[in-house]
């Protein structure tokens, strides 16, 4: 009697297959062991909701994610939601490619291309410019708690790159004096102009503070899962911008100046450089990020989605 032979497929994504190892630096860990187009074990998402808690920044390499399945990877960290810059662009009929972004409401797209589908240096959008530190959607009430890029096209000439900070440690190393100053104070966020400077489509250029749109957040909040204090500068353009509520113009640029040059020193930072199938989280809570100018000759695209926040708690 012939003897039919059966194989099973191996258990993937299982607990012990799963690495994190830290990047070195002051923040970030890559996970290994996990192909997140393929189910996750509940065991496994615990594991890397934690290591996300402890590293600020995961990095997962090496992976194939089409928009549904890089959409699954995120929810393993929490709801998605549709990144406030989407708004902005579809307000403003900002099309990559012939085609409106997003390719799904959660979804945005990170991209040096023009509607035709060629890389330029100004698109209108982030295009390929260099992206001062900042966090993602701290110009809105409630910004999202993290956020997840994947990559689809990345120069081979290099460009680029994503600084992440820790923010924790900014908060931890500021002078009594500082901490004193800022203790219970909030500052405007300012929605009008994008993190490489551009100002979003149906929104005026403020002229003066009273003019700047945007939420009041703490300069220190509470990361509503570990508990700790960490520094929330949100981002800053040319003045009038982000600004402290109930200072002179004169005593918030002055605090201002010392906050920023002491939290985005080389000491608190890790840096990435970007491969195609390369996945990164980072907690806009508690880490700012930094993107350096892309060569304008070469593509370069990624699929961002956010990760849905929680009212700002101040420390």
Same mark, same amino acid.
């Given at each position: 009697?012939?003897?039919?032979?059966?194989?099973?497929?191996?258990?993937?994504?299982?607990?012990?297959?799963?690495?994190?190892?830290?990047?070195?630096?002051?923040?970030?860990?890559?996970?290994?062991?996990?192909?997140?187009?393929?189910?996750?074990?509940?065991?496994?998402?615990?594991?890397?909701?934690?290591?996300?808690?402890?590293?600020?920044?995961?990095?997962?390499?090496?992976?194939?994610?089409?928009?549904?399945?890089?959409?699954?990877?995120?929810?393993?960290?929490? !709801? =998605?939601?549709?990144?406030?810059?989407?708004?902005?662009? @579809?307000? #403003?009929?900002?099309?990559?490619?012939? %085609? *409106?972004? +997003?390719?799904?409401?959660?979804?945005?797209?990170?991209?040096?291309?023009?509607?035709?589908?060629?890389?330029?240096?100004?698109?209108?959008?982030?295009?390929?410019?260099?992206?001062?530190?900042?966090?993602?959607?701290?110009?809105?009430?409630?910004?999202?708690?993290?956020?997840?890029?994947?990559?689809?096209?990345?120069?081979?000439?290099?460009?680029?790159?994503?600084?992440?900070?820790?923010?924790?440690?900014?908060?931890?190393?500021?002078?009594?004096?500082?901490?004193?100053?800022?203790?219970?104070?909030?500052?405007?966020?300012?929605?009008?102009?994008?993190?490489?400077?551009?100002?979003? !489509? =149906?929104?005026?250029?403020?002229?003066?503070?009273?003019? @700047?749109? #945007?939420?009041?957040?703490?300069?220190? %909040? *509470?990361? +509503?899962?570990?508990?700790?204090?960490?520094?929330?500068?949100?981002?800053?353009?040319?003045?009038?911008?982000?600004?402290?509520?109930?200072?002179?113009?004169?005593?918030?640029?002055?605090?201002?100046?010392?906050?920023?040059?002491?939290?985005?020193?080389?000491?608190?930072?890790?840096?990435?450089?970007?491969?195609?199938?390369?996945?990164?989280?980072?907690?806009?809570?508690?880490?700012?990020?930094?993107?350096?100018?892309?060569?304008?000759?070469?593509?370069?695209?990624?699929?961002?989605?956010?990760?849905?926040?929680?009212?700002?708690?101040?420390?």
């Amino acid at each position: 009697m012939a003897v039919t032979q059966t194989s099973s497929t191996p258990a993937v994504n299982q607990p012990e297959q799963l690495q994190i190892v830290p990047s070195g630096g002051a923040l970030g860990a890559e996970i290994r062991g996990v192909d997140l187009s393929q189910p996750v074990p509940e065991t496994t998402r615990r594991l890397m909701r934690q290591a996300w808690a402890d590293h600020l920044v995961l990095l997962w390499r090496g992976q194939q994610l089409p928009d549904e399945a890089l959409l699954g990877a995120a929810r393993i960290f929490g !709801p =998605t939601k549709e990144p406030a810059a989407r708004q902005y662009q @579809v307000a #403003g009929g900002y099309k990559v490619g012939g %085609r *409106l972004v +997003p390719l799904h409401s959660h979804l945005s797209l990170i991209s040096n291309l023009d509607e035709d589908g060629n890389p330029v240096q100004d698109n209108g959008a982030l295009g390929s410019y260099e992206v001062v530190w900042h966090s993602d959607n701290s110009y809105v009430e409630v910004p999202p708690a993290g956020s997840m890029l994947y990559a689809v096209i990345i120069p081979t000439n290099g460009g680029g790159d994503t600084w992440f900070n820790n923010q924790y440690m900014a908060y931890e190393e500021l002078s009594a004096e500082l901490k004193a100053a800022i203790q219970g104070q909030f500052q405007i966020h300012d929605a009008s102009r994008n993190s490489a400077g551009v100002l979003r !489509p =149906t929104v005026k250029l403020p002229t003066k503070p009273e003019e @700047v749109p #945007g939420p009041a957040h703490p300069l220190v %909040r *509470l990361h +509503p899962v570990t508990g700790k204090p960490a520094l929330y500068l949100g981002r800053r353009r040319d003045w009038p911008s982000n600004y402290i509520v109930g200072m002179t113009n004169a005593e918030s640029e002055a605090l201002l100046d010392r906050l920023w040059a002491h939290a985005t020193q080389p000491k608190y930072a890790w840096r990435h450089s970007w491969q195609v199938g390369d996945l990164v989280l980072w907690d806009n809570r508690c880490a700012m990020h930094y993107r350096s100018a892309v060569d304008a000759s070469w593509p370069r695209v990624l699929h961002r989605t956010v990760i849905n926040g929680e009212a700002v708690i101040p420390a």
